[in-house]
């Protein structure tokens, strides 16, 4: 007998990937949602995950891989992941998905938008069949907005100083992320620092280029002050635009680089 094709959606704990859920968890009952704990999230993620299976009176299987980040550290000889290296989201999160599927046919739902130029995370594997619903049907971000507004949910809270979803040490943060991590986590900073400075032969990795943590930190002022005036200038331009949105269009101009995008919707 054969077995039927499954339907599944991976949640990050993002914006668009929630509002995909809520667009679509009526008319696929039968979906599978899913979320890569890597062990490393914000609180804040976990949160909003229970918020949304409340709302939308789903499950959501958790993934972990069968080594965490620390192991796969030693693997690696202590090489932090990187945007040129990132090892994270193949052995916390690609290979703990591809064995959720195994060989079963399944469908997977991707919340990328149509006002976005990019794909998410499409596997080698010939039975898994990526389809995008909002680039499908025109739905740009305003409209991710509005669902999740109209639904209850609205955004998760580390979107009032966080335009991304991920680990709280993701290398993708820009210096003002860093910066509001120390505020927001100074526990999860220091463990992030700690992380930079335990090198047995004295090597140095850092999680941003060209300095440490500690010497970002040192920064703080100049880079919460230039923040601050980005942020003035882009709300003078749209005075009636969200908060969030405003957050997410100047930190988008600090750093245009794509992130992993298992990690970011």
């Known amino acids: 007998m054969t077995k039927p094709v499954r339907h599944i959606m991976g949640l990050s704990g993002g914006k668009d990937s929630t509002a995909l859920a809520v667009l679509l968890h009526k008319e696929i009952p039968e979906m599978e949602y899913f979320f890569?704990?890597?062990g490393k999230e914000l609180q804040e993620t976990y949160d909003y995950l229970e918020k949304i299976k409340a709302r939308l009176g789903i499950k959501i299987k958790y993934l972990s891989p069968e080594k965490g980040f620390d192991h796969w550290l030693e693997?690696?000889?202590?090489?932090?992941?990187?945007?040129?290296?990132?090892?994270?989201?193949?052995?916390?999160?690609?290979?703990p998905l591809e064995k959720f599927i195994g060989d079963d046919e399944a469908v997977s739902y991707v919340g990328i938008r149509a006002d976005e130029n990019r794909d998410g995370y499409v596997s080698t594997k010939p039975n898994l069949k990526p389809v995008y619903p909002f680039k499908e049907r025109g739905m740009l971000k305003a409209d991710i907005?509005?669902?999740l507004e109209d639904h209850g949910l609205g955004l998760p809270d580390y979107y009032q100083w966080r335009s991304r979803s991920g680990c709280f040490f993701c290398?993708?943060?820009?210096?003002?992320?860093?910066?509001?991590?120390?505020e927001k986590h100074p526990d999860?900073?220091?463990?992030a620092v700690r992380y930079?400075?335990?090198?047995?032969?004295?090597?140095?990795?850092?999680?941003?280029?060209?300095?440490?943590?500690?010497?970002?930190?040192?920064?703080?002022q100049e880079i919460l002050e230039s923040h601050e005036r980005s942020i003035q200038r882009e709300t003078q331009k749209a005075p009636n635009k969200p908060l969030s949105e405003v957050l997410s269009g100047v930190l988008d101009e600090e750093d245009d680089t794509l992130p992993c995008l298992m990690c970011h919707l």
């Not at 693997?75 to 290979?95: A, E, M």
């Not at 820009?174 to 509001?180: A, L, S």
């Open 75 to 95: 693997v690696y000889d202590g090489y932090l992941p990187s945007p040129r290296s990132r090892w994270c989201t193949k052995q916390l999160k690609i290979i």
């Open 171 to 182: 290398f993708f943060q820009r210096k003002y992320e860093w910066v509001m991590l120390h």
């Open 188 to 191: 999860l900073f220091a463990e």
């Open 36 to 38: 890569c704990d890597t």
């Open 145 to 147: 907005i509005r669902l």
């Open 196 to 220: 930079e400075q335990e090198h047995k032969d004295g090597r140095k990795y850092t999680w941003t280029d060209g300095e440490t943590l500690l010497e970002l930190l040192e920064r703080k």
